[in-house]
């Protein structure tokens, strides 16, 4: 069974379960760290596994340009490259046919994209996205979609949705053919509809009524506000198999999280901890804080008091505040570790309070002591 439902909370919509795939069984909800080319930036395989991290999630095009499927096979797959035992999720391109509007062209049979490395003409099929992503050995494949911006016409919304599904329906057929379900890898379906509440629902049905393993809810996290952010996670969430898990591509910071498990999704990933450690700003129980700041020129406590991590317990705020000024790459490498593991333990909070049926309170709390808005 690939997911197990064990608990739900009794005042909100959050859920407690399990997924298993040939490189372990992971507890649930989880947070996936972004190992976009084979490595979560700055940090190694061991400091993962260290602080305990479930999966990761690694990119489709980027592997495929560099280093390349011959090199990846010559090493046994993704897992033997990078030397990670545990479970790996695939993104399919769909985002870099969205992000990278200089590189590629979209049409009803796939995405031609110009490598933004070296300027080399490659073309993505839903089937050649599937054979990738079997090459890779993941245990998680995601499908080739097309990924709306925002703001986004109606129109264009409607077209993208229109072959998202079929891309998706393609995607599932050659998933089977090729054997990839019979090897324990999963297959999941992306919710695409941009900001319209019927095109949101039309492509949830739709995907339901093909079948697959999981369900995404994407196109989120690329310009539009927060309040039509989870107006789409709204939409949808009902519509979506309650024996299957769902995933909120994308998202997000800490407090998004927090309120996205209460409304029913199991999975997370995002570059933010990454992202943000490397500009300087920690997250904290308290909320996030600008270590770069000149306020925290002669602190001496660590990034945050209720921390477990080995940068809280052996440095000080002024020392990491003074490597990051000076440029000086252990700064951001101990800002990124801090705040992975930041995550990764809200993930531990969030699923023991699930389990012991006190989420409401929990949320509640974090997000005053958070300080968030939300």
């Not at 909120?248 to 927090?258: A, E, R, S, T, Y």
Request: glycine content about 8%.
């Amino acid at each position: 069974m690939f997911f197990q439902l064990l608990n739900k909370d009794p005042d909100t919509d959050a859920r407690r379960g399990t997924i298993t795939t040939p490189h372990g069984t992971v507890p649930s909800p989880f947070f996936m760290p972004v190992a976009t080319t084979a490595t979560v930036k700055t940090m190694s395989s061991v400091d993962l596994q260290d602080m305990d991290s479930q999966v990761v999630l690694s990119n489709t095009y980027h592997l495929y340009l560099r280093p390349g499927l011959d090199i990846m096979a010559a090493a046994g797959g993704l897992h033997k490259f990078m030397n990670w035992t545990r479970p790996v999720l695939t993104d399919s391109s769909g985002y870099q046919a969205f992000s990278l509007t200089k590189f590629r062209k979209i049409t009803d049979e796939g995405v031609k994209f110009r490598s933004h490395i070296d300027g080399s003409m490659h073309f993505f099929t839903p089937e050649k996205v599937m054979d990738i992503q079997r090459a890779l050995g993941s245990d998680m494949v995601m499908p080739l979609d097309e990924c709306s911006p925002y703001p986004c016409e109606r129109k264009k919304a409607l077209r993208g949705l229109q072959r998202t599904t079929a891309w998706a329906r393609r995607c599932k057929e050659h998933f089977h053919k090729t054997g990839m379900h019979a090897a324990g890898q999963r297959l999941f379906a992306i919710v695409q509809g941009s900001t319209y509440e019927d095109l949101r629902r039309q492509s949830a049905l739709e995907l339901v009524d093909i079948g697959f393993d999981a369900y995404a809810i994407g196109g989120v996290s690329v310009g539009e506000t927060i309040t039509e952010m989870f107006g789409a996670l709204n939409w949808v969430i009902g519509h979506l198999p309650a024996d299957k898990p769902r995933y909120f591509m994308g998202i997000g910071l800490p407090d998004q999280i927090v309120k996205a498990v209460g409304m029913g999704i199991d999975m997370f990933d995002t570059c933010v901890p990454t992202r943000y450690g490397r500009h300087g700003s920690a997250f904290t129980s308290k909320g996030k804080l600008t270590i770069r700041n000149s306020e925290y020129t002669k602190d001496f406590r660590p990034l945050d008091g209720q921390c477990g991590c080995h940068v809280c317990a052996n440095y000080t705020r002024a020392y990491v505040r003074h490597l990051l000024n000076l440029n000086e790459i252990t700064g951001v490498r101990l800002m990124s570790y801090h705040n992975v593991y930041f995550y990764i333990k809200l993930m531990e909070r969030i699923r023991a309070a699930i389990e012991q049926c006190r989420y409401a309170q929990f949320q509640k709390e974090f997000l005053s002591s958070y300080n968030s808005s939300l």
